[in-house]
């Protein structure tokens, strides 16, 4: 069902009811949101637009637009808003309509259902494997940096990709939900390469970076053409007025931007190296990241991955069992960057969980 707890993470509603628990008792490592909360000005914006649910919200997001337009730095007739990235996810396979796609794995589960939901066959591949799949293909899914790794590809390695698939006259759908989090950000971004003779689209989110999950804010940069099918198809009034205000004001403010890449830069270099140390311990594999979210491989001789979620749940941390992701097995966990004194509960935490045996569960 969709509530299911490996479903994907962040879902602290039903965590709460599972584990008598109030929300405030959880602390969620599952969900790669930006430790600081929202920006201040989103909030004071949200404050004063409560008046504006007695109307209908723009549905055209003209000032969020603009206001993307100038962040991202492409033409505002390139970008679509939408309902969190999933929605927009969802809505560029719509209107693709692919019959048959690649989604390079391990990643997140929504390219393959919104493929799926569109009438089409997804089929998972390793990303050293996929030129050897794309006879036939009609649509590329990619994420960088990817969920749930944490690794990164350099622009020109994306171009390389989407200049391959373009000879077998597919689109390349490139998910930069956590680019906002990367340094020096220009080497990897691949929004301005969206161009009205490119077979890409470029996803993104402003949920995890500015910490509004809750009001659901994505976006598309897409060759204006495509980009006009997309708003005719889109659900009208998808993305609400306190939202759209939430997501200009966050994206005014530059102080918050700032402090956000070098908070989160300096406690995901704490957790790894704490990470490390616990490595050095209990056997496991930690994997290199370039966002704000960590995967480790635990060993054979340790917990599986559900088992470390179950029990790190009793203590009220919620981390992410990836066993569910194509290409990984039930040893694999991705672990959010949160506060410092957060990072050290957790890393407190998973020492205690891993040092019990399999045997004695």
């Known amino acids: ?70 962040y991202l730095q492409v ?57 050897a799949h794309l006879d036939g293909i009609d649509v590329v899914f990619l994420c960088n940096p990817n969920n749930p790794t944490g690794s990164i ?15 077998y006259g597919a689109t390349v759908v490139v998910d930069e939900a956590f680019m906002d989090f990367v340094e020096n950000a ?9 161009g009205d003779g490119a077979n890409l689209i470029v996803v993104g989110s402003l949920t995890k970076f500015f910490a509004i999950p809750g009001l659901r804010v994505g976006y598309a940069v897409a060759p204006e053409q495509l980009a006009s099918k997309l708003r005719e198809a889109k ?37 790894l190296e704490g990470l490390a140390e616990l490595a050095g311990v209990h056997g496991f594999r930690v994997w290199p990241p370039a966002a704000n979210y960590i995967l480790i491989s635990v060993a054979p001789d ?3 991955a559900g088992e470390v979620r179950r029990r790190m749940a009793e203590s009220g941390l919620l981390v992410r ?11 694999s966990v991705r672990i959010a ?3 410092r004194n957060e990072n050290k509960r957790l890393l407190s935490e998973l020492g205690r969980v891993l040092t019990v045996s399999p045997a004695r569960r």
Request: aromatic share 6%; with cysteine; hydrophobic share 40%.
């Open 235 to 271: 659900q009208t009034w998808s993305v609400n007025c306190l939202a759209q205000a939430a997501a200009v004001a966050s994206l005014r403010d530059v102080d918050y931007i700032v402090r956000t890449r070098e908070y989160v830069a300096r406690e995901r270099e704490f957790l």
């Open 75 to 131: 033409d505002p007739g390139m970008i679509v808003v939408g309902n969190g990235g999933a929605e927009v996810i969802q809505l560029v396979a719509d209107v693709l309509g692919p019959h048959t796609g690649l989604v390079l794995s391990p990643t997140f589960s929504e390219y393959a259902r919104a493929i799926q939901r569109a009438g089409g066959r997804a089929i998972p591949v390793a990303f050293e494997d996929f030129d």
């Open 153 to 167: 590809m350099p622009r020109c390695r994306v171009l390389d990709i989407v200049h391959c698939v373009q000879r």
């Open 321 to 331: 069992d990836c066993s569910n992701f194509p290409l990984l097995d039930d040893r």
């Open 1 to 70: 069902m969709r509530g299911d707890l490996h479903e994907h993470g962040g879902n602290v509603y039903l965590e709460s009811r599972c584990r008598g628990l109030r929300i405030e008792q959880l602390v969620d490592f599952s969900a790669n949101i930006n430790p600081l909360g929202p920006s201040p000005l989103a909030l004071e914006a949200i404050q004063s637009s409560l008046d504006l649910v007695r109307h209908y919200p723009d549905p055209d997001c003209t000032e969020l637009t603009e206001e993307l337009a100038t």
């Open 337 to 339: 960057v949160r506060t």
């Open 186 to 194: 220009d080497s990897y971004t691949a929004r301005g390469d969206v």
């Open 302 to 304: 340790s917990p599986t």
